[in-house]
């Protein structure tokens, strides 16, 4: 499975992106696609996935209310909506294809190359 990602860049708090994410190859031995990130000296986090088949989606704590995941079976691409961007949003996004909700690294088996997100206060 090859995953590409695309849609980062500079915006100002409390504006909006979207990042796109298009999969390619042996797709269907992923269940779900989702979005990981990692900000400058910390550690990558889980931000938002999304079940293949059924659509059901999970969030982290962080960006409830404010980000959308979605998906275009169709296109094989699957869409991160971010909303009311926070400074403490900046990092690189990495796209992210696996099992389950793929909401730990364990269980994502396919992690596209990343796109940056940089919100300016």
């Known amino acids: 499975v090859q995953l590409q990602a695309s849609g980062g860049g500079l915006v100002q708090a409390a504006g909006s992106l979207r990042l796109s994410c298009a999969a390619s190859?042996?797709?269907?031995?992923?269940?779900?696609m989702g979005w990981f990130r990692q900000a400058p000296g910390k550690e990558r986090e889980f931000v938002a996935s999304?079940?293949?088949?059924?659509?059901?989606?999970y969030y982290a704590d962080s960006v409830k209310g404010r980000f959308t995941i979605s998906r275009d079976k169709a296109k094989n691409t699957v869409l991160l909506q971010m909303n009311s961007l926070k400074p403490e949003d900046t990092a690189v996004y990495y796209c992210?294809?696996?099992?389950?909700?793929?909401?730990?690294?364990?269980?994502?088996?396919?992690w596209g190359q990343g796109t940056q997100v940089t919100v300016s206060s």
């Open positions: 992210v294809a696996g099992r389950g909700m793929v909401s730990t690294p364990r269980f994502v088996d396919y």
């Open positions: 999304i079940f293949w088949s059924g659509g059901g989606t």
């Open positions: 190859g042996r797709t269907f031995s992923s269940n779900a």
